[in-house]
């Protein structure tokens, strides 16, 4: 079964933070590298942060900084933690696995989990 479970959205105010969290079905978590993505209201989807099953991070340059993703590989779970929130960081936020995604194997996404920063 192919499944994905995000959680821990919310309504923040600017500069507050957030923890998010994934819960993936093995099928997916195994493929070694996670990530979350987001999209806003009228955007593209967009990839936030990525680890290796080594748990190394890796951000886009614009993403750097405010963000921290991990995992924990017993339970098959990944986190963002998110930290001086803004109003442009409000979006749906999704995790899934590159490999799977980006290269087309797979096109399930899970519900994601609403972020939203008020000014």
Not at 39 to 52: D, H, S
Request: proline share 5%; net charge positive.
């Amino acid at each position: 079964q192919v499944q994905l479970v995000e959680s821990g959205g919310g309504l923040v105010q600017a500069g507050g933070s957030l923890t998010l969290s994934c819960t993936a079905s093995r099928n997916i978590f195994n493929s070694k590298v996670m990530a979350w993505y987001r999209q806003a209201p009228g955007k593209r989807r967009e990839l936030v942060a990525a680890v290796t099953a080594g748990g190394r991070p890796n951000y886009p340059d614009d993403m750097k900084g405010r963000f921290t993703i991990s995992r924990d590989n017993t339970k098959a779970t990944v986190s963002l933690q998110m930290h001086d929130l803004r109003p442009e960081d409000t979006a749906v936020y999704y995790c899934n696995s590159p490999p799977l995604i980006e290269t087309g194997l797979s096109d399930y996404w899970g519900q994601g989990t609403q972020v939203t920063v008020s000014s």
